[in-house]
């Protein structure tokens, strides 16, 4: 089962490995792609939740000299307004064969719970940006090519993240929390996302401290 996650890290990390350079400090890829990626494991069954914020775009395109600029503040701008979503329900028998949960059976379970707020279901397909439906689109097939029968299926699901002022309903960068709820499993998310935070150090020893702690937990002194 391992090996199955382990593929999907491995994908993410050659697809983003060109650039981790432009947050204000050097993001460890390996623990923040564990930060958005949640599995479940019951039994047989395996779920997996893999939200793709804002910052993702940034890190994996930004800096690719194949990605031109002006393409990457095109995806950006485009997947603004979304919380973009993939999901995956597979169930892996014992004789070896896999059988994965439709595109229609997520969708009609999947849902986006912000702070206490009321769940909210995926944007119809028919109803999105067609530049949004492209990404999308581009996406299944690399999914697919790479992760062969498990990339084929990932699917993939668009929220609204504006509220009527137009503020992001969630932002990786700061306080807060949502649930994506799938195939019967919660898969939480707490923000911001440590590996964003800058990281702090301890007065002590200068020894490097995780972005969202408060104080050192060896010796017990306030962390500015």
């Known amino acids: ?16 490995a060109p650039a981790i350079g432009q947050e204000e400090h050097k993001v460890p890829l390996t623990e923040y792609i564990r930060e958005i990626q949640i599995w479940k494991k019951d039994g047989e069954n395996m779920t997996l939740s ?3 914020p804002r910052s993702y775009w940034r890190i ?16 950006l701008e485009t997947l603004d307004d979304y919380i973009f979503v993939c999901a ?15 595109e229609e059976t997520i969708r009609n379970s999947i849902t986006v719970k912000i702070n206490q707020g009321v769940p909210q279901q995926p944007i119809p397909e028919n109803q999105l940006d067609i ?15 790479m992760m062969g029968q ?11 993240n504006k509220d009527e002022n137009g503020a992001l309903l969630v932002d990786e960068y700061k306080e807060g929390e949502f649930m994506i709820y799938h195939s019967n499993k919660e898969f939480e998310y707490a923000l911001p996302l440590t590996t964003l935070l800058p990281p702090k150090n301890c007065p002590v020893d200068n020894a490097a401290m995780k972005g969202n702690w408060s104080y050192c937990p060896f010796h017990g002194n306030t962390l500015d």
């Open 1 to 16: 089962m391992m090996k199955i996650q382990y593929a999907i890290l491995l994908l993410i990390l050659v697809f983003s």
């Open 50 to 52: 893999f939200w793709l």
């Open 60 to 75: 994996a395109l930004a800096d690719n000299p194949a990605i031109p600029e002006d393409m990457v503040h095109l995806i």
């Open 88 to 102: 995956l329900d597979v169930d892996i028998h014992l004789d070896g064969s896999i059988t994965f949960a439709s």
């Open 131 to 145: 530049s949004v439906r492209s990404i999308s689109e581009t996406m299944k097939p690399m999914f697919e090519n």
């Open 150 to 160: 498990f990339g084929a299926g990932m699917r993939f699901y668009f929220f609204e």
